[in-house]
């Protein structure tokens, strides 16, 4: 069964850091590039970053570019995203989502990130 | 970026209506167009892929069709089960970009 699973999520004042984690399950997670996903509270779906198989290639969205850096480490199936300098408009849940010819075919159930003081 | 315009924002309709969602794009996308249903607390689920592709466990009264700019998610009798919000997305250039989701509500 394809698992993707989230964690480090939490709560964290304005300014802090955060890294978040997707372990990857039941398929071969080096053969797939890999997407992040945000969704903030009653709000919608909007993308975050994107990693190709091997993390050679990486593009932010220009709201997170120069704060979030995404990263894989295929030995360990694992996507992360290392969230520095939060600002309030981070507040989500952040999805890891499998991204295959251009559609995402299978989600996380997401981790919620609360920047607050 | 390529805009995604869903419309309506909302809708309301009742057991056994036809219902159709409606999304356009700001330039072409060919039929990098994927559907997606969210339900409260829960994570998307893929429905249909490349404007018109009904991904295998998703029942056959969902459908979509368009190309080029404008795309369409047609439920053909609508099921209890099938209150939630809907999304599109595009893929034919980065950064991938979703509508902002069409609400379906229960009349």
């Known amino acids: 069964e394809v698992q993707l699973v989230e964690s480090g999520g939490g709560v964290v004042q304005p300014g802090g850091s955060l890294r978040l984690s997707c372990a990857a399950s039941g398929f071969s997670f080096s053969s797939y590039w890999m997407h992040w996903v945000r969704q903030a509270p009653g709000k919608g779906l909007v993308w975050v970053s994107r990693i190709d198989y091997d993390g050679s290639s990486t593009i932010y969205a220009d709201s997170v570019k120069g704060r979030f850096t995404i990263s894989r480490d295929n030995a360990k199936n694992t996507l992360y995203l290392q969230m520095n300098s939060l600002r309030a408009d981070d507040t989500a849940v952040y999805y890891c989502?499998?991204?295959?010819?251009?559609?995402?075919?299978?989600w996380g159930q997401g981790t919620l990130v609360t920047v607050s003081s | 970026d390529i805009q995604m315009t869903q419309s309506p924002s909302s809708l309301s309709a009742s057991i056994g209506d036809r219902v159709t969602i409606t999304c356009r794009a700001s330039q072409t996308i060919h039929t990098y167009l994927h559907w997606y249903q969210q339900k409260p607390g829960k994570a998307p689920k893929l429905l249909i892929s490349?404007?018109?592709n009904l991904q295998s466990d998703v029942p056959s009264r969902f459908s979509g069709s368009g190309s080029g700019t404008d795309f369409t998610l047609t439920i053909s009798s609508l099921q209890p089960e099938d209150f939630a919000t809907y999304y599109c997305?595009?893929?034919?250039?980065?950064?991938?970009?979703f509508g902002q989701g069409t609400k379906l509500e229960i009349k």
């Open positions: 490349v404007a018109s």
């Open positions: 997305q595009q893929s034919n250039s980065d950064p991938h970009t």
């Open positions: 989502a499998r991204n295959r010819d251009g559609r995402y075919d299978q």
